[in-house]
């Protein structure tokens, strides 16, 4: 058990829909990141949020956004959805950001579009 | 920003074979190197890593070497086992920026 909690863990909604995907990190953890893995892809880095602000952004689409909140966890919004977007979704977190600090993966959220 | 490849995609080992994994970056700034393990169902968990400062880094079985000059490094596993079985990824992270990950490797150890 890593200490990061992701929810929901699977997710089915229909295309043109909203969802939420929520990540409440590991005790102490100030860096909340977010990446995408597509079926048999790698991790698709998306954004990542430092004691509330944004630190950094990857390949992040204009219909997803992201906060993290005063307690330190995180949300994920993805809007208008495609069925591409169907993929796992991890949160991981770390207690600095930048540097050699390890990633800790939460187990995913799997979301499928149909 | 940083690009991180990595082969190969998948390798197929018998068991008690040795299995490595070859990853290259691009950003002369990167100085941390993690290798994560991913099972089924399950997030990526770190298995070794390796600072800038250090060329070569082992722990039972498995190894990390590195070389900065050419901008790449290995994970070395030895004697592999069934329970090896997973997809592996290499990342780099410079310093103050977010962490790249390669493509991933499946390693298969058949018995």
């Known amino acids: 058990d890593s200490g990061v909690t992701q929810t929901p863990k699977h997710l089915i909604t229909a295309t043109g829909q909203r969802v939420t995907l929520r990540c409440s990190p590991r005790?102490?953890?100030?860096?909340v990141y977010w990446y995408q893995q597509s079926l048999d892809q790698g991790l698709q880095f998306l954004i990542q949020y430092y004691n509330g602000e944004e630190r950094a952004k990857g390949n992040i689409l204009e219909r997803f956004s992201a906060q993290q909140f005063p307690d330190l966890h995180s949300e994920l919004n993805l809007s208008s959805l495609e069925l591409g977007d169907s993929a796992l979704y991890f949160c991981a977190s770390s207690v600095a950001t930048g540097g050699s600090g390890e990633l800790f993966f939460g187990e995913g959220s799997r979301l499928t579009v149909l | 920003g940083e690009n991180v490849e990595q082969h190969p995609s998948t390798l197929s080992v018998q068991e008690g074979d040795s299995a490595v994994i070859k990853c290259t970056y691009s950003?002369?700034?990167?100085?941390?190197f993690p290798w994560y393990k991913q099972e089924l169902g399950k997030g990526p968990q770190l298995i070794i890593d390796i600072r800038s400062n250090v060329g070569e880094k082992k722990d039972q079985r498995i190894a990390v070497t590195l070389n900065k000059t050419a901008k790449h490094f290995s994970l070395h596993i030895t004697e592999t086992q069934p329970e090896d079985s997973a997809v592996y990824f290499c990342?780099?992270?410079?310093?103050?920026?977010?962490?790249?990950f390669g493509a991933g490797t499946r390693l298969t150890v058949k018995p």
């Open positions: 005790s102490g953890d100030l860096s």
């Open positions: 950003d002369s700034a990167s100085n941390y």
């Open positions: 990342a780099a992270r410079p310093v103050t920026r977010d962490m790249r």
